[in-house]
């Protein structure tokens, strides 16, 4: 089965300091990562993604992540956390199984909280 | 550029009777994706459509829910006779190119079911 998994439920961090939600993921084949990020009541705006082409993709807001073929990870990362990116953050993954690979696959959800 | 819209933002309604939700995606995209959140829980895939065709439903309940995304107008997402575990964040998603080829999805604010 395709799917992602957000190991943590909550990360607190100290604004200033570099941030971290970990992502792992299970898939057959090349996998499509995407990383969106969730106010309260409001829909999910999209971060970042890989596709194909370097490890490092760099997205909105100062986000980073790195595709990590061998540990099959792809973590959320910023050098320097701001209160306002507190919200819920979702990893996802293209489920190329059902449905002509046109769906996507969420995690459960990682609650950031950053600290003054 | 607008984004995706939904409407209406909230809505409540009694065990057996008719919820519609509706979707607008953004300009000159034709691929329309709904997903549900239930409480606690991430975002899981109903269906994907394109302009007057559903490509994948699989993730849509055998009964009581349907999906239309016709030629002219909206996208509607359908509920017949609910109940109370239909209570739910309903999201509604749209992509310029189909997620098989790479393209990210934008998402609405999403529609608040609450059913008494």
């Known amino acids: 089965a395709q799917s992602v998994a957000q190991p943590e439920d909550q990360v607190n961090v100290a604004e200033g300091n570099p941030l971290t939600v970990k992502c792992t993921y299970s898939?057959?084949?090349?996998?499509?990562l995407f990383w969106y990020v969730q106010y309260p009541n409001r829909g999910l705006q999209f971060l970042l993604k890989?596709?194909?082409?370097?490890?490092l993709v760099k997205g909105s807001y100062g986000f980073e992540a790195e595709f990590n073929k061998s540990q099959t990870s792809f973590h959320l990362k910023k050098p320097s956390a701001l209160v306002s990116d507190s919200a819920l953050y979702f990893c996802?993954?293209?489920?190329?199984?059902?449905?002509?690979?046109?769906?996507?696959?969420f995690g459960t959800g990682t609650q950031l909280k950053v600290e003054l | 550029n607008a984004g995706v819209m939904q409407n209406p933002r909230h809505l409540v309604r009694r065990r057996g009777q008719e919820a519609r939700l509706r979707c607008s995606p953004m300009?000159?995209?034709?691929?329309v994706y709904w997903y549900r959140q239930l409480p606690e829980e991430g975002l899981k895939f109903m269906v994907y459509?394109?302009?007057?065709?559903?490509?994948?439903e699989s993730g849509m309940p055998k009964e009581r829910f349907s999906a239309e995304f016709p030629k002219e107008g909206p996208s509607i997402l359908r509920i017949q006779q609910v109940v109370r575990g239909d209570s739910a964040a309903y999201f509604c998603?749209?992509?310029?190119?189909?997620?098989?080829?790479?393209?990210?999805?934008?998402f609405g604010p999403g529609t608040r079911l609450t059913v008494t």
């Open positions: 998603a749209s992509s310029p190119r189909p997620l098989a080829g790479g393209s990210e999805q934008y």
């Open positions: 898939v057959s084949g090349n996998p499509y």
């Open positions: 890989y596709i194909t082409g370097d490890n």
């Open positions: 996802a993954v293209r489920d190329i199984l059902a449905g002509g690979g046109n769906k996507l696959t």
């Open positions: 300009k000159g995209h034709s691929h």
């Open positions: 459509l394109q302009k007057e065709n559903i490509i994948d």
